[in-house]
């Protein structure tokens, strides 16, 4: 007796450590793609070729010209992103006057929370439905400065095809395993595995989730494995890793019974 339960302990720690460095490696990936997306919209907000273009007067001489070299600048760096994206650049009042997809020029976007907190620093929105591209996206603004002063607001609409692939990648987790992303209002806002049509409608409260959250102010914990009920109601053993910038949980988990077979 002695010996199997120390067998199955040592099966049991094994299990959790991989199930920890996975919600590691796949949390600090996903924290890379978002500092990438944060540093693009960043250098293309500084460039001299777009604070030409909110500066110049549309009935100077170069103007088309400099509109074009603009449009150029913004539709190399969308077609650099693996996600569908749009970039758009607004005046001070919210319009498109340049966007990598035209149907957006000349749309009023000043409602938008990402806008208004791009006209004074980097913005950053969360998951959320956009109808003009019927998926559901992320939001980046910052905004262009001359001589201290804001012209303009650079923003980014994209898809969230690329943290999708990072977190659907289940190596090592069986036929069971399972990783997903929650919002800071505890909603999933990626596939689920077992449950369609789940993102922005599936709302979380397994005890991972719930540690996941209380872990917010130390940045450097890293749980080992623990065993809980899933949102099936089906016994599992998981691990967690907040995302400290977007107050994101990413959950790492694995049915029980796979796992100790």
């Not at 980046?140 to 923003?155: A, C, N, Q, R, S």
């Not at 691990?239 to 029980?256: G, P, Q, S, T, V």
Request: with cysteine.
């Amino acid at each position: 007796f002695f010996y199997y339960s120390y067998t199955k302990r040592l099966l049991e720690q094994e299990i959790f450590a991989n199930l920890s460095n996975v919600a590691q490696a796949r949390a600090i990936h996903v924290e890379t793609v978002l500092t990438d997306y944060e540093r693009l919209v960043r250098l293309l907000a500084a460039s001299p070729i777009l604070k030409g273009f909110l500066t110049e007067s549309p009935t100077a001489h170069k103007y088309i010209e400099i509109k074009a070299n603009a449009l150029e600048k913004i539709t190399l760096a969308s077609e650099a992103l693996a996600s569908p994206n749009v970039f758009n650049l607004l005046d001070t009042k919210g319009t498109v006057l340049l966007s990598s997809d035209s149907d957006f020029i000349g749309t009023d976007q000043s409602g938008c929370p990402c806008f208004q907190q791009g006209l004074t620093d980097f913005s950053v929105c969360d998951m959320q439905y956009f109808a003009p591209l019927k998926n559901n996206v992320m939001r980046f603004g910052y905004p262009l400065k001359e001589h201290g002063k804001t012209i303009g607001v650079l923003t980014l609409v994209i898809t969230p095809e690329e943290l999708f692939r990072i977190v659907s990648n289940t190596t090592g987790l069986g036929q069971s395993g399972e990783i997903y992303l929650t919002n800071k209002d505890h909603y999933m806002i990626t596939p689920s595995r077992f449950v369609k049509n789940n993102i922005l409608t599936l709302r979380i409260n397994t005890e991972n989730e719930r540690l996941c959250r209380e872990h917010t102010n130390d940045l450097q914990h890293m749980p080992e494995g623990f065993i809980f009920k899933d949102y099936r109601g089906i016994e599992v053993v998981g691990a967690h890793y907040f995302i400290a910038n977007m107050k994101w949980c990413l959950l790492a988990k694995m049915d029980l019974k796979e796992a100790l077979s």
